[in-house]
C-alpha cells in the first residue's frame, strides 16, 4: 500500500516537472518589447511593419535603430503612404533625442519636411519645433544671442505662414519669452551706457528696447530712461513722448508718478490709460510671481535663461518690408527732323496712282539750314586764310 502510494507522488512529481518545461514552448511566455512592434496580423502591408517597428523603437530610446528602420522603408518604398510620416518621425527622434547636435538635425530635418509636404497637416507643428530647436539651445541674455535671435525669427515666421493654426498660443508665449531674453540683453548694454554718460548708445539701446520689445517686464523703465537721456542731451521735444507712453501703456509701472512729474514740470497734458491697457496691466500684475530665494539661486547655476518675468503682452513682428518703386527712366527727346507730316491728299493724285511730295517742315528746314551752315567754313576755309583755293584737275 505505501509502495503505490510512492509511486503515485512520483508520477504526481513528473507530471507537474513536464507542464513546467513544456507549458513555456506553448507560448505562454511573456512577449519581449521587440515582438510588441510586429505586425498585428500577416496581412499588414510591410511599409506599415516598418513604420510601425521603428516608432516603437524610437519610444523606447532606441532612436539609432528607429532612424535605420525609417531609412529602410524610405528607400524601400519611395512610394509609400507612409513617406510623410517617415520623414517627420525621423525628425522627431532628433529632437526628443536633444543635445546641440540632436537639436542641430532635427532643425533640418524638419525645414525638410516643410520643404517636401508645405501643405500637409503637420507642417505647422514641424515649424513650430523648427523654432523649439533654436528655444532650446538658447542661452542666457549674458551670453551670444544668436539663437533667441533665430528662434525669434523662426517664430515669427510661424505668425505669418499660419495665423488660424491652434498653435498660435503657444507660439506667441514662447515669442514673448524670447523677446523677454532678447529685452534683458539690449537693457544691461543701455543700463551700461547710460551709467557711463554714453547718450548716443544709450540712447539707441532704449530705443530699440521700446519699439522692438514692448512686453519685456523692464519696458516702462526703458522709457524713463529713455526721456532721462533725451533730457541729458537738451533734447526734451522728444522726451515728452516717451513720458507720456509710459503713463498711457503702463498705468501700474512704478515710474508713472516720475513720468507725471516730469510732464508736469514740462507744462504737457497727462494722458490716462485705455480701460483694455489698464485690465491687461492689472493681470500682469496678478501673475508676477515674487523672486523666491531658492528658485534665484538655482537660476544662477543653470545655463537656461530667466524667463519668469515675461509680460503677457503684444507680440512685435517687427515694421513691415518698404514697397520699392520702380524708377521712372526719362524719355529721351525726338531727335530733330524726326516727325512724320501728314498732309491731305487730293482726288487728283489719287487717280493718277504718283506719290506726292510733302512740303519740308520747319524741322527739316532747320536740319538742313545747320548742315549747310556748318559745312560752309570748310568750303570758306581757304579765303578766309588768303590763300586761293587750288584749281580742280582735269582729266583729259
Not at 333 to 353: C, F, N, R, T
Request: glycine share 8%; net charge positive; hydrophobic share 35%.
Amino acid at each position: 500500500m505505501e509502495t503505490s502510494r510512492e509511486n503515485h507522488s512520483l508520477k504526481l512529481a513528473l507530471v507537474v516537472l513536464l507542464c513546467a518545461v513544456l507549458l513555456p514552448a506553448c507560448g505562454l511566455r511573456h512577449p519581449r518589447s521587440a515582438d510588441l512592434a510586429g505586425p498585428a496580423n500577416g496581412g499588414d502591408q510591410p511599409d506599415k511593419v516598418l513604420y510601425e517597428k521603428a516608432t516603437s523603437e524610437i519610444a523606447h530610446g532606441r532612436y539609432d535603430v528607429g532612424r535605420l528602420t525609417l531609412q529602410t522603408l524610405m528607400n524601400t518604398y519611395p512610394d509609400s503612404e507612409y513617406l510623410a510620416k517617415t520623414k517627420l518621425a525621423i525628425a522627431d527622434s532628433y529632437y526628443k533625442e536633444g543635445g546641440v547636435s540632436g537639436l542641430t538635425q532635427a532643425e533640418a530635418e524638419y525645414k525638410d519636411f516643410r520643404t517636401f509636404f508645405p501643405t500637409a497637416p503637420e507642417a505647422p507643428e514641424a515649424q513650430f519645433r523648427v523654432g523649439m530647436a533654436h528655444f532650446h539651445l538658447m542661452g542666457k541674455s549674458d551670453r551670444d544671442r544668436q539663437e533667441a535671435l533665430l528662434a525669434e525669427a523662426e517664430f515669427k515666421e510661424f505668425l505669418l505662414q499660419y495665423p488660424d493654426s491652434p498653435l498660435m498660443p503657444r507660439v506667441k508665449r514662447r515669442l514673448r519669452e524670447v523677446q523677454e531674453v532678447l529685452g534683458q540683453s539690449d537693457y544691461k548694454i543701455a543700463k551700461f551706457y547710460y551709467v557711463k554718460g554714453a547718450w548716443p548708445a544709450a540712447r539707441g539701446r532704449f530705443q530699440d528696447i521700446v519699439e522692438q520689445y514692448p512686453s519685456f517686464s523692464h519696458a516702462d523703465e526703458s522709457l524713463w530712461y529713455l526721456g532721462q537721456t533725451y533730457e541729458r542731451m537738451r533734447q526734451p521735444n522728444k522726451a515728452t513722448p516717451c513720458y507720456a507712453q509710459l503713463m498711457s501703456d503702463y498705468p501700474l509701472s512704478d515710474w508713472v508718478d516720475s513720468a507725471k512729474q516730469r510732464l508736469t514740470a514740462m507744462h504737457q497734458p497727462i494722458p490716462r490709460p485705455t480701460k483694455a491697457v489698464l485690465a491687461r496691466a492689472q493681470a500682469d500684475a496678478l501673475r508676477r510671481r515674487r523672486p523666491d530665494p531658492v528658485a534665484r539661486l538655482s537660476g544662477m547655476m543653470s545655463s537656461a535663461p530667466d524667463t519668469s518675468m515675461t509680460r503677457h503682452g503684444p507680440v512685435h513682428l517687427g515694421p513691415k518690408p518698404a514697397v520699392v518703386e520702380a524708377a521712372k527712366t526719362p524719355q529721351a527727346p525726338a531727335p530733330a527732323g524726326a516727325s512724320i507730316a501728314v498732309q491731305p491728299v487730293g482726288e487728283e493724285s489719287l487717280k493718277s496712282g504718283k506719290a506726292v511730295d510733302p512740303k519740308p517742315t520747319n524741322g527739316s528746314q532747320g536740319a538742313t539750314g545747320q548742315q549747310e551752315t556748318a559745312g560752309s567754313p570748310r568750303q570758306g576755309s581757304g579765303a578766309a586764310s588768303g590763300q586761293s583755293p587750288e584749281p580742280e584737275p582735269t582729266v583729259k
